[in-house]
């Protein structure tokens, strides 16, 4: 059962802002990707060809974050694939993920994970995060005792994942937008050392 701090935690968690994207985008634009994020939901087709049409500068990787938000499943199987490999008794009792939902309540971080990180690379801008909301993530995952190394293996896992589905080329220029949030994420841990 959840408490009310952990619930008002839930709910401030949020860790997407477009606070800083007026230099790039105008405000129709950055009102598409709000909407998405307040939905906590994926840009759709539609939603990327209006921010094409609005922000032409800032439109190159759209075809990536489309392609990475309709491989979502896979993606995340890679990654919990290779979180398993890294901490096999993980769902096991006593381990981090265990009871069973504790570790469904990980997989749909990294969906969430990955759909925060497909609005940075659909709006160019690998700044995406909110200090507040990631502040919020950290006390969240204290209080229910997350363990960040292995959500930080599975973030990473994210990225590994995701760039095997793009072209190599594109790689160097995709990769900023994972290591900004698992830069994040690893700073959990020092955070309240």
Request: hydrophobic share 40%; aromatic share 8%; charged share 20%.
């Amino acid at each position: 059962m959840l408490t009310d701090r952990i619930k008002e935690l839930i709910a401030r968690a949020r860790i997407v802002s477009f606070a800083s994207w007026e230099l790039q985008h105008p405000a129709a634009s950055i009102a598409i990707f709000q909407a998405a994020e307040d939905a906590r939901v994926y840009l759709t087709d539609e939603d990327c060809a209006k921010i094409a049409v609005l922000s032409p500068p800032t439109s190159q990787l759209i075809p990536v974050g489309q392609l990475l938000r309709d491989r979502v499943v896979e993606i995340i199987a890679e990654a919990r694939t290779e979180l398993y490999t890294q901490f096999p008794q993980i769902t096991e009792p006593g381990g981090g993920l265990y009871p069973p939902e504790r570790a469904e309540a990980c997989w749909r971080d990294f969906w969430h994970y990955l759909r925060t990180i497909t609005y940075g690379i659909v709006g160019s801008n690998a700044q995406y995060t909110s200090a507040d909301g990631l502040d919020n993530l950290r006390l969240l995952y204290q209080e229910l005792q997350v363990p960040i190394d292995a959500m930080t293996v599975g973030l990473e896992g994210l990225k590994t994942a995701s760039l095997r589905r793009i072209e190599p080329s594109q790689h160097a220029i995709v990769s900023p937008y994972f290591d900004h949030l698992i830069t994040q994420l690893k700073s959990f841990t020092t955070s309240h050392e």
